[in-house]
């Protein structure tokens, strides 16, 4: 690549010193080799936030812990992310791209070797917030990389190919998840992502810039991250536990009145500090509004969706964690082709309408999922997720470049840490509100069904006695026989009231994502003149 090339090249970018001087170092080639080195870090972190979905019934089983609890393992993740998302404008303004990379793969690391040995629950939670933080860091940095080093007319394109890792990640997680879970054991979800940063560290340090010019003065807004921490982990502690406690009872009522204060507090400050956390004025911009109600729910769906598939594919289908994982993985694959020549449509297409096509996509995939029990074969279900993830890859890539381009240029870095922290509180509460809904439905199915298993019905009463016969054939003592029908019987009824959960949640789901076509509506209706 010749001088004259290069220098024509960085002319069309608004740069920084340090970075013209890579770029003639290495060549115009240079941009892909960042912006690789950046995706490569986020692609670990993202991995970590489902890998260990398809591992949560084995976990289960290893603590003796119940669905409410092991459900923070994705919720503590997911919801440390949105903090730490929120860091990321401030660790790169004072620290530099290298910096922040370099230290949150060290974080990675050990995170995942404390996960690894954990021996309590506790400590593995504690851990999962720890990798979430790291994720949260590194999400927003691609989309700010892409404008640093790409023209204005390639960004759509390569905001689709690092799409793939923001959508791959999620969708083939469980598949890697369940083949150490099988092949090993649960721990080796957390053993594997101690690769990641070993690999990634000296990329880091050979491709990515140093802070360029002097130190801004700008003092992190503790008060602002710890109003918000407190929000965040008191709405979950509420959610979670309300059905257990009480929703009426004084320790619910208590956290979400603290959730409420906490982010009345937050709000406040935010408006008043002259350096937030969360710049609050992004939100005057109309179509930045609507463009995150689209992202909050689309992180809900994508989320929610990979926290129920695996529970279903090995509780209900009783698939082994490895064939949990193998089905989401044609759907993940499918996703990744899709996501690049959606990006290159989003710079062509009004992106309302990529987005409603995209929202319709997953809806038929939920949709068809509610017709799922234990016989539906491997394949029909996984051709039901591929519908879904190719719904994503349309969407995705249009909602990240419009939501940035929908703000002015000075505060484009600042949009994409905002859209990426609401999608991943979206993302927060849809593993949440699933395992709650789900929890519910479960009980609501089954209270249902015991009703009318009395003596005076009929099938009832000619089930036990088959199962009765079928004992007998076993040589199992006359005394024991019916209490073990009665058993297997209440086993059979908890299966089914379970399949009616699981329905009522992809049939919920696939609403959300109805709901989305109205605000992509709106995205279509205020589009600027061409």
Not at 101 to 113: D, E, L, Q, R, T
Not at 171 to 199: E, H, K, Q
């Amino acid at each position: 690549m010749t001088s004259a090339k290069v220098e024509a090249y960085i002319a069309q970018l608004d740069t920084s010193d340090t970075i013209k001087t890579l770029f003639r170092q290495y060549g115009v080639g240079y941009a892909w080799f960042a912006m690789g080195t950046v995706t490569f870090a986020m692609l670990a972190t993202l991995l970590s936030q489902t890998i260990v979905n398809v591992a949560i019934p084995r976990i289960m089983g290893a603590f003796g812990i119940g669905q409410d609890e092991a459900q923070w393992l994705s919720t503590a993740n997911l919801a440390a992310a949105t903090v730490g998302m929120l860091m990321t404008s401030w660790m790169t303004q004072n620290w530099g791209i290298r910096a922040v990379v370099f230290w949150s793969m060290v974080a990675f690391f050990c995170a995942s070797f404390v996960g690894g040995i954990s021996p309590n629950v506790e400590i593995m939670v504690l851990a999962r917030a720890v990798q979430g933080v790291t994720s949260g860091i590194l999400t927003p940095l691609s989309i700010y990389v892409i404008f640093l080093l790409f023209p204005f007319e390639r960004q759509g394109v390569v905001m689709g190919i690092s799409s793939v890792g923001v959508m791959l990640a999620p969708a083939l997680g469980p598949t890697i998840g369940g083949m150490l879970t099988d092949s090993f054991n649960w721990r080796y979800v957390y053993f594997l992502c101690m690769v990641f940063p070993v690999i990634c560290i000296p990329l880091v340090l050979l491709f990515l810039p140093n802070r360029d010019g002097p130190k801004p003065d700008i003092p992190f807004d503790w008060l602002g991250a710890a109003c918000l921490l407190v929000a965040i982990s008191l709405v979950f502690l509420g959610l979670s536990n309300g059905r257990k406690e009480g929703w009426g009872s004084a320790l619910i009522l208590s956290y979400f009145a603290g959730a409420i204060f906490s982010t009345a507090v937050f709000i406040f400050w935010q408006l008043r500090n002259s350096h937030p956390l969360l710049n609050l004025t992004i939100f005057r911009h109309y179509r930045f509004v609507v463009y995150s109600i689209i992202a909050f729910a689309f992180g809900a769906g994508l989320y929610g969706s990979t926290y129920l598939i695996p529970l279903f594919l090995q509780l209900v289908q009783g698939l082994t964690p490895t064939d949990s994982g193998l089905a989401t993985m044609p759907a993940g694959l499918l996703m990744g082709i899709v996501a690049p020549l959606c990006g290159r449509l989003s710079d062509k297409y009004d992106p309302g309408i990529l987005i409603g096509f995209g929202a319709l996509l997953f809806f038929l995939s939920f949709y068809l999922m509610v017709g799922s029990d234990a016989n539906t074969s491997f394949w029909t279900f996984a051709w039901w997720m591929c519908i879904g993830r190719i719904g994503i890859g349309f969407a995705f890539p249009t909602m990240s470049l419009g939501a940035v381009r929908s703000v002015p240029p000075e505060i484009m870095s600042e949009a994409s840490g905002v859209l990426n922290f609401v999608r991943q509180i979206g993302g927060a509460f849809g593993v949440n509100l699933s395992s709650l809904i789900l929890a519910q439905r479960t009980e609501f199915h089954l209270d249902a069904i015991y009703s009318t298993q009395r003596f005076d019905n009929v099938a009832t009463m000619e089930a036990l006695v088959v199962l009765r016969q079928r004992l007998i054939a076993t040589g199992l003592p006359e005394f024991d026989q019916t209490m073990v029908a009665m058993q297997f019987l209440a086993r059979s009824l908890y299966a089914q009231a379970s399949v009616l959960a699981f329905k009522d949640s992809f049939l919920l789901s696939s609403f959300l994502f109805l709901f989305i076509l109205l605000p992509a509506y709106l995205i279509w209706r205020s589009r600027p003149p061409q």
